[in-house]
């Protein structure tokens, strides 16, 4: 993240509101596979950016949503109040499902039916699960789903063959919910640095 990027790798180091802008430039007349087609292996996402409030955050969702299909895995990881559902809130309302998203740590997963006759969204917190049997165990229907996993890692690489990885990173000793929300992984109140890495032959 310290150098200046060219190339394939130019979308590395910038921010969310540079990815937003990207986002509302390839929207039109693009699909996720023609952003699949493009040489930085991620379908046009960046591979590292900042994100600097919630509003952000919301907007990376939406963003990441316009490159998934039926069958994409997300794992999130962030320590609690890094952002994790407030960029699942943004992805949902991307993909059209019906709302509201919350974290699911009760139910283990939710499903979030499609409004629009698109792929479901299954959210998922593997929190307290302790290996990919109980994961599988589920039932999740990755075929036919956009999947998201938080606190995945670990967990979900012995499932499905390929996933997008997102890692949001929070400073450590400032606050960790906004004001008024109720929530502490609800919203990011200081810049996140957030990296983006897929794996598996859907991202590569």
């Known amino acids: 993240m310290s150098s200046e990027p060219t190339g394939a790798e130019g979308a590395e180091g910038e921010t969310a509101a540079d990815a937003a ?16 087609a493009g040489a930085d292996g991620l379908r046009g996402l960046p591979r590292s950016l900042t994100v600097a409030d919630p509003a952000e ?19 999130l990881t962030g320590d609690l109040g890094a952002g994790k559902t407030t960029f699942t809130r943004g992805l949902g309302e ?19 039916p499609s409004l629009g006759g698109g792929p479901a969204l299954v959210h ?20 036919r789903s956009v999947v998201v996993v938080e606190w995945g890692r670990g967990l979900v690489e012995a499932l499905p063959d390929s996933a997008l990885s997102i890692e949001i990173d929070r400073p ?17 109140v200081e810049p996140r640095q957030v990296r983006l890495e897929g794996t598996g032959p859907r991202w590569t």
């Open 21 to 36: 802008a990207g986002a509302d430039g390839d929207a039109e007349g693009a699909t996720a596979a023609d952003a699949a």
């Open 124 to 143: 998922v917190d593997a929190y307290r699960l302790a290996n990919a049997l109980e994961l599988d165990d589920l039932d999740i229907d990755f075929a």
């Open 94 to 112: 991307g993909l059209g499902v019906r709302g509201p998203v919350t974290s699911p740590t009760f139910v283990l997963a939710r499903t979030h």
């Open 57 to 75: 955050m919301h907007a990376l969702g939406l963003r990441v949503a316009a490159v998934l299909g039926a069958g994409d895995v997300v794992v």
């Open 172 to 188: 450590h000793g400032g606050g960790t919910n906004a004001v008024g929300t109720g929530d502490a992984d609800d919203a990011p």
